[in-house]
């Protein structure tokens, strides 16, 4: 089993359409997760991370963890265009505080217009 | 956020010379930095951690004398990929480490060097 597993897509919405994007981990000590968003071409960038249970809400985007199933998700609430990227789930691993991140495979995301 | 700056963003170089990578936090001290390899369509794999003023420490698979780094200053961390070869080509990313709280810490990426080795 992989340590961070993604389902990699295409994910396809319509605009204005909520995307939800999902992540599985395998390490049950991990305590924080993270969403990047990576355009084509270019390197990832930070959109939210999240360390309780529950809900965490930011703009459009919210992150839900649910530590007993070892799921996070990302919401995308009023896709837009401009939202169609690759979306990385990232974990660090419960071995010390190291600051190594283990990503999964990304899913890819296309808001259709 | 913090700024991370990663040179070059392109290069292009024969088989068998040697190429060298920068990752510099600009605005930061970063003990740590990370080195990341992404292939076409692939996820981001964890290369090495680069630790300031000692040896880095390499992922299960990656050669050590083939992905030199260099972590000599708090804020400036070298990989230099040696003898390249063509299937050394691929986009190269690096990342400082932000601690955010006790246990968690926030990653800030460098812009990537694509690195083609002809």
């Known amino acids: 089993q992989k340590e961070v597993e993604q389902n990699s897509g295409p994910l396809s919405v319509p605009e204005g359409a909520i995307a939800s994007l999902n992540c599985t981990y395998s390490d049950r000590g991990s305590q924080s997760f993270f969403w990047y968003r990576q355009y084509s071409g270019k390197s990832p960038e930070l959109i939210m991370f999240?360390?309780?249970?529950g809900d965490k809400e930011d703009g459009r985007f919210t992150a839900q963890l649910n530590k007993a199933s070892q799921y996070v998700s990302l919401l995308i609430r009023d896709s837009q265009p401009s939202d169609s990227a690759t979306y990385l789930c990232a974990v660090p691993p419960w071995a010390g505080n190291t600051g190594k991140l283990i990503f999964g495979q990304g899913t890819t995301l296309q808001v259709k217009p | 956020g913090a700024v991370v700056s990663q040179h070059p963003s392109r290069v292009i170089c024969k088989s068998g010379t040697s190429v060298k990578i920068e990752c510099r936090s600009l605005d930061f001290q970063a003990t740590t930095m990370f080195w990341y390899r992404q292939f076409p369509k692939k996820s981001l794999m964890l290369m090495a951690t680069s630790n300031e003023g000692s040896k880095a420490t390499y992922e299960q698979g990656v050669e050590k004398d083939k992905f030199l780094i260099n972590h000599a200053s708090l804020t400036l961390s070298t990989l230099t990929v040696t003898s390249a070869h063509p299937e050394d080509s691929s986009f190269y990313i690096c990342?400082?480490?932000?601690?955010?709280?006790?246990?968690?810490?926030?990653?800030?990426f460098g812009q990537g060097t694509r690195l083609t080795v002809v």
């Open positions: 999240i360390y309780s249970n």
């Open positions: 990342s400082a480490r932000v601690v955010v709280g006790q246990l968690n810490t926030e990653a800030f």
